[in-house]
């Protein structure tokens, strides 16, 4: 699949004419249905205006079209990057990644093993790792278990970087910071922080203030660690817990979900250690709650 175009804005202009000076192949048109398609990324942020200001330093992007794997009954589920080896997906909020004792068919995971064996019955998919089932964004799986073995046993080393965005209840005072705590997980599968080192695994995590509204902030979500839970307890313990999440303190769930989008996912590709890069838009419900600090 065709990696996304992506331009570093040099000086300050309008999205539509910046955009047909970095793609003059591409008429007038093409590049509406582009910014209609919210195809249009500006620093993570899908952008229709044709004369959105842009400003030196940021980042646009030209996303790929997703094909999409489609079950019944289940929200469609966008593939973003397939080849020999690995799928990349953006998953939706309220699709399980694997099954659970409580429900075995309507996951991602079934999904795209399905999708695997239309090709050859004998074809697997496997799990490189997990992200909660009302958290939406991207997500890996591998083609075979050697992949996947190569991914999980050098962790730290293939993941270049992992970036989540949230709509968190208050009014963040700080513009960026970072968390560092010890976590650990309960027998009734809480996730509890401690400053201790032996009382749980080390998390870390950077945030960013992106907007704020009366009783929310949009907070970007940077990963130096990868621990269960890890955002939402680092938020909690911030005071600003993710909106809609009532297991970590919130008292609100206004989009009806829990506000918490996996945005970026970056990776050594384990057989022919080429750097890729995905991103996906920042859902449209956040940024609607923003829309006068963002505009």
Same mark, same amino acid.
């Given at each position: 699949?065709?990696?996304?175009?992506?331009?570093?804005?040099?000086?300050?202009?309008?999205?539509?004419?910046?955009?047909?000076?970095?793609?003059?192949?591409?008429?007038?048109?093409?590049?509406?249905?582009?910014?209609?398609?919210?195809?249009?990324?500006?620093?993570?942020?899908?952008?229709?205006?044709?004369?959105?200001?842009?400003?030196?330093?940021?980042?646009?992007?030209?996303?790929?079209?997703?094909?999409?794997?489609?079950?019944?009954?289940?929200?469609?589920?966008?593939?973003?990057?397939?080849?020999?080896?690995?799928?990349?997906?953006?998953?939706?909020?309220?699709?399980?990644?694997?099954?659970?004792?409580?429900?075995?068919?309507?996951?991602?995971?079934?999904?795209?093993?399905?999708?695997?064996?239309?090709?050859?019955?004998?074809?697997?998919?496997?799990?490189?790792?997990?992200?909660?089932?009302?958290?939406?964004?991207?997500?890996?799986?591998?083609?075979?278990?050697?992949?996947?073995?190569?991914?999980?046993?050098?962790?730290?080393?293939?993941?270049?970087?992992?970036?989540?965005?949230?709509?968190?209840?208050?009014?963040?005072?700080?513009?960026?910071?970072?968390?560092?705590?010890?976590?650990?997980?309960?027998?009734?599968?809480?996730?509890?922080?401690?400053?201790?080192?032996?009382?749980?695994?080390?998390?870390?995590?950077?945030?960013?203030?992106?907007?704020?509204?009366?009783?929310?902030?949009?907070?970007?979500?940077?990963?130096?660690?990868?621990?269960?839970?890890?955002?939402?307890?680092?938020?909690?313990?911030?005071? !600003? @817990? $993710?909106? /809609?999440?009532?297991?970590?303190?919130?008292?609100?769930? #206004?989009?009806?979900?829990? *506000?918490?989008? +996996?945005?970026?996912?970056?990776?050594? !590709? @384990? $057989?022919? /250690?080429?750097?890729?890069?995905?991103?996906?838009?920042? #859902?449209?419900?956040?940024? *609607?709650?923003? +829309?006068?600090?963002?505009?």
């Amino acid at each position: 699949m065709k990696k996304p175009s992506d331009f570093a804005v040099t000086s300050p202009d309008e999205l539509l004419a910046f955009l047909g000076r970095q793609l003059p192949q591409e008429g007038r048109k093409h590049l509406l249905r582009l910014l209609s398609a919210d195809r249009v990324l500006v620093d993570g942020l899908a952008i229709r205006q044709f004369d959105h200001p842009l400003q030196i330093g940021q980042r646009v992007i030209i996303a790929p079209r997703q094909a999409s794997i489609r079950s019944q009954g289940l929200p469609p589920l966008p593939i973003v990057h397939e080849d020999d080896f690995l799928i990349v997906v953006n998953k939706p909020s309220g699709l399980l990644t694997v099954a659970t004792d409580k429900e075995k068919r309507r996951t991602a995971y079934a999904m795209l093993s399905e999708y695997v064996k239309e090709a050859n019955r004998d074809n697997k998919i496997f799990i490189v790792h997990r992200i909660d089932r009302e958290t939406s964004g991207l997500l890996l799986f591998a083609k075979s278990e050697d992949v996947k073995r190569a991914i999980q046993d050098s962790w730290l080393d293939v993941i270049e970087e992992r970036l989540y965005v949230a709509v968190v209840e208050g009014k963040l005072a700080q513009q960026s910071g970072t968390v560092k705590s010890y976590l650990k997980e309960s027998s009734a599968m809480r996730v509890y922080s401690s400053a201790n080192p032996h009382q749980g695994r080390e998390a870390v995590t950077h945030f960013r203030r992106l907007a704020v509204s009366r009783a929310y902030s949009l907070v970007e979500l940077r990963l130096e660690t990868g621990r269960k839970h890890q955002i939402r307890v680092h938020m909690q313990e911030l005071g !600003h @817990p $993710v909106a /809609g999440d009532k297991k970590y303190g919130a008292v609100t769930k #206004p989009l009806k979900r829990l *506000a918490l989008h +996996a945005k970026v996912l970056a990776f050594r !590709h @384990p $057989v022919d /250690g080429k750097l890729h890069h995905f991103e996906t838009p920042i #859902p449209p419900a956040f940024t *609607a709650m923003f +829309a006068a600090s963002i505009s």
